[in-house]
Structures are given as structure tokens and as C-alpha cells.
């Protein structure tokens, strides 16, 4: 049976950006639909949207796109409604949209205040006003899967941007957030933090604001890279994506996934195992799940275990 088989879920940030290959969000947006999800394709870029719904309905599979800019949280409020119009319920929240150089991110020394807003607004603010309004209707429902997608940024010391940085790592502290706070309700909320991706967001986007080729961008990155020394691909956020929205994560709640470059269904299981194994606080953790909440200590820890497994 489809992984997904019965259940609906909202993909905000569905399109991609110009340039090669898959993105993260089109790639989640097509597996969710594989497994059977019918999948809301919600992008500012409505052709994107539609691009991607082409791709889903080629295959066979069920997908309506919606334009909405998530720094417009009427917006968001109309794809929530949207979804609910159609199929009466939202089982999976997927939050994709992210920016790093082309919301005008910088060093902390050169950001500007226009910058840092416009980065906080796509990334943090419209994680944050989408599950406003998906929240009591999950709530209502006793169940749904909340996915927002962070990043490694988030923890990593020496970023050199301060915008994508501070978001990412504010999401991670609002998905523990509402993970805690609707676990009562059989809502679960878990992140995922990327690691190096070859994405057109990306790779194309760093490529266009520094003036090189790709080739040069890609091969930089994949050199830091420890496993296979490859970046991962739009399908591995995907996967781990995929696991979250389903059942099988039925008891995981308030985790981050760190660097879904090297996540299989297996290697998330070590991890939420090693998550534990690192000391959660269990008297602190939602009832719904044994994974805990991640706090940031614990999720060095598991990073750095992570690597000595890889
Ligand atoms: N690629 C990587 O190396 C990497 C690493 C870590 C985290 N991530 C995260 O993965 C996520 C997305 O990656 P991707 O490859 O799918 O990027 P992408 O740019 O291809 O997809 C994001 C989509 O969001 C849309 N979007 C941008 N601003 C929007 C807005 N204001 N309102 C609505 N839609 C908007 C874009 O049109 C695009 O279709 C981001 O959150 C990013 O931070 C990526």
C-alpha cells in the first residue's frame, strides 16, 4: 500500500528555482503524491506550481497548484482553505520555502535591515503564520504531520550569512515549540535539516551571484561533502520528508533530522535510537513521542555521532 495512500498534504514552496534539476520542494511534492497523497503544490511563482502539478498529474497522481506568497499570511490563509475545500482535511504541512542570497542575505557586518526582513519574513515568519492556520485544523482532526525545513546553517558555527542562519535555527526552536504544545492533540511537528544539496536554490543561485560556472560551484561543494564527497539531491530531503509525513513516524515528534544527505529510513531510525541514547530529557518530551524535544546540546551530540557512524 502507498505510504501516503488517503492523506493530503500542503507543500508550500512546491516550485523550484531556475536552473538544474530537482529541487527540494517539487521533488517532496512529487514522492508525497507517488505515495498517494493528494498534494496542494502552493508556490509565490504560480507557473512553477504548475510545472510541478504537470509532473505530478504525468504520473498519475492527484495535485492542484496555488499561488500564495508566504509573506502574506492571508495568503497562506487561502491555501489552507483551498485544501480544505477540496478534501475536508490536511494531514501534512510541508514548509520548503527558504532563501539565503537571493532574499539579499550577508555577513553580519554588511546585512541590511530590508535584508534581514525579507529573509525572516519567507523563511521564519511564513513557516510560522502557515501553521497558524493549520494547527486547529490538525487539532480538530486529533492527527497531522507538520515538516518544516531548516537547515544545517542552523548550527553551524561559522555561517558565513547571519539572515538564513538565525531563521533556520528559529524554526528549529518553533517546531519544538509546537511540537510541545500540540502533542495533546496528536499533532506531530518534526524539522529537517539539510545538509550541501545540489539544488537549482542552491547551486544555480550561487553560481549567478558570484559569477562562475556551475561545474565550479558544484565540484566546491561536493569536495565538502564527507559522504561519497556528493552533495545530496532534492530526493533525499524528499525521503526523509516522505517518512515524517507517514505513519511510520506515528510515535516521532519535536526532532530536527540532521543532514538528510545521509538519511534513509534506517539511518533515521539510528538517529532518533542515538537521539535517546544522548540523554533527552523524557520528563520534558511530549507525550505523543519517545523522541523527545530536541534541544541543541543533544543535537551536537547527535551530529557528531552521526559522522562517526557515516
Ligand atoms: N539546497 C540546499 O543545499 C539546502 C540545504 C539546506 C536547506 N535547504 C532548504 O531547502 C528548502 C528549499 O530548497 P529547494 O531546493 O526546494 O529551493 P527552491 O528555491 O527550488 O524551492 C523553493 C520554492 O519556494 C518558492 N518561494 C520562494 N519565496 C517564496 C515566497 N515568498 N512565497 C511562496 N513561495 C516562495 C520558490 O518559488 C521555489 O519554488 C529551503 O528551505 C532551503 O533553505 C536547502
Keep these: ?34 505515495e498517494g497523497a493528494k498534494v496542494l503544490a502552493v508556490d509565490h511563482r504560480m507557473e512553477s506550481a504548475q510545472e510541478t502539478t504537470a509532473l505530478v498529474t504525468r504520473e498519475g497522481g492527484t495535485c492542484v497548484p496555488f499561488a500564495a506568497d508566504v509573506t502574506k499570511e492571508a495568503a497562506l490563509k487561502a491555501a489552507v482553505a483551498e485544501a480544505m475545500k ?41 513557516t510560522i503564520m502557515a501553521c497558524k492556520h493549520v494547527i486547529p485544523i490538525m487539532r480538530k482532526q486529533q492527527s497531522g504531520s507538520i515538516i518544516n525545513i531548516s537547515s544545517v546553517a542552523a548550527l553551524s558555527a561559522n555561517y558565513p550569512t547571519v539572515a538564513y542562519k538565525t531563521t533556520k535555527a528559529g524554526m528549529i526552536a518553533f517546531t519544538e515549540q509546537i511540537a510541545c504544545q500540540n502533542a495533546e492533540y496528536g499533532v506531530r511537528a518534526n524539522a529537517i535539516l539539510p545538509g550541501l544539496m545540489n539544488t537549482p536554490m ?3 543561485t550561487r553560481a549567478r551571484e558570484w559569477g562562475k560556472p556551475r561545474a565550479e ?27 515524517l509525513a507517514s505513519d511510520e513516524a506515528n510515535f516521532i515528534t519535536g526532532i530536527g533530522l540532521l543532514r538528510a544527505i545521509v538519511c534513509s529510513v534506517r539511518a533515521l531510525i ?6 535517546e541514547i544522548t540523554g533527552t530529557p523524557y520528563d520534558q518530551a511530549p507525550s505523543l513521542g519517545r523522541a523527545g524535544v530536541l534541544q541543541s546540546g543533544n543535537a551536537r551530540r547527535m551530529e557528531e555521532a552521526l559522522w562517526i557512524s557515516g
Design 1 to 34: 500500500m502507498p505510504r501516503l495512500a488517503g492523506k493530503t498534504a500542503i507543500v508550500v514552496g512546491a516550485g523550484q528555482s531556475p536552473g538544474e534539476g530537482m529541487g527540494n520542494g517539487r521533488a517532496t511534492a512529487l514522492l508525497f503524491a507517488r
Design 86 to 126: 477540496l478534501w475536508s482535511r490536511i494531514d501534512v504541512l510541508h514548509n520548503n520555502v527558504g532563501v539565503s542570497l537571493a532574499g539579499g542575505d550577508a555577513s553580519p557586518t554588511e546585512i541590511t535591515e530590508e535584508a534581514f526582513d525579507r529573509v525572516n519574513a519567507i523563511n521564519l515568519r511564513g
Design 202 to 204: 542552491a547551486v544555480d
Design 217 to 243: 560551484v558544484e565540484a566546491a561543494r561536493n569536495a565538502r561533502v564527507p559522504l561519497r564527497k556528493r552533495m545530496g539531491t532534492g530526493w533525499d530531503v524528499a525521503y526523509a520528508a516522505l517518512f
Design 270 to 275: 539510528q538517529m532518533v535510537s542515538m537521539y
